[in-house]
């Protein structure tokens, strides 16, 4: 089993409808991260968060962490939504040479496809 | 801000070739990422540096795999004897913190084709 899981795989949606995709994560975490890729590769950051919610024009992100569940919703979906979200649960880890960082573990990504 | 850039943006090899790709981060960044993604999967952890010094390294990196930065701004991650399985998408990411929970900031990528 995957450290982090994403559902849908595929997501198709009218414009305007309502979306949300789904991550669980089985490792404790510092923070978990939502990106976004578009086709050709490049990532953009979404949300970085460890508790609650948060929100960003017509997208939100919340996170339960005794659950260990975060959800990515946008609303009034759009075409240009179209894209692969991402999550990834950061852990904070330490070095040998007590050098703090974050390691990030990656879902498999949800295709969006919304039609206008 | 001028973003992460990567270079070359594709490269075409053929097998038993060695590559080299180059990552330069956002300028006061510290930390700097590489990862790999295939086909329909997320990105995998490759390596992971912190100014100069390279702090990680993932066991997906077999002894052909080599990355560098050298003067704690721009890297690069060289393949030597290339395989077809080493044909993927190589992403850098950059960071800006002193422990973790820094918001990722990712190149376009560098897509790797071995013929």
């Known amino acids: 089993k995957n450290e982090v899981e994403q559902s849908p795989q595929n997501l198709t949606a009218q414009e305007g409808e309502f979306i949300t995709i789904n991550c669980s994560y089985s490792v404790g975490i510092s923070a978990l991260h939502w990106l976004q890729q578009h086709p050709g590769g490049g990532i953009v950051s979404l949300f970085m968060l460890s508790s609650g919610k948060k929100k960003h024009g017509r997208l939100i992100a919340t996170i339960n962490i005794q659950e260990k569940h975060s959800s990515l919703h946008i609303t009034a979906s759009h075409p240009r939504d179209s894209a692969v979200y991402i999550c990834?649960?950061?852990?904070?880890?330490?070095?040998?040479?007590?050098?703090?960082?974050?390691?990030?573990?990656f879902g498999q990504g949800t295709i969006l496809t919304v039609h206008p | 801000d001028t973003g992460v850039s990567q270079n070359p943006r594709h490269k075409i090899t053929k097998r038993g070739q060695n590559v080299t790709f180059r990552c330069d981060p956002i300028s006061e960044h510290n930390r700097l990422y590489w990862y790999r993604q295939t086909l329909g999967q997320g990105p995998e952890f490759l390596t992971y540096?912190?100014?100069?010094?390279?702090?990680?390294k993932s066991r997906l990196l077999s002894d052909r795999f080599s990355a560098e930065r050298p003067k704690g701004s721009f890297s690069t991650l060289e393949i030597q004897r290339t395989e077809q399985g080493d044909s993927a998408m190589y992403l850098c990411?950059?960071?800006?913190?002193?422990?973790?929970?820094?918001?990722?900031?990712f190149g376009n990528g560098t897509r790797l084709t071995v013929t």
């Open positions: 990411a950059s960071s800006l913190g002193t422990a973790y929970n820094s918001p990722l900031h």
């Open positions: 990834a649960a950061e852990k904070g880890l330490m070095n040998a040479g007590g050098t703090s960082y974050g390691k990030l573990t």
């Open positions: 540096f912190q100014n100069e010094a390279q702090l990680e």
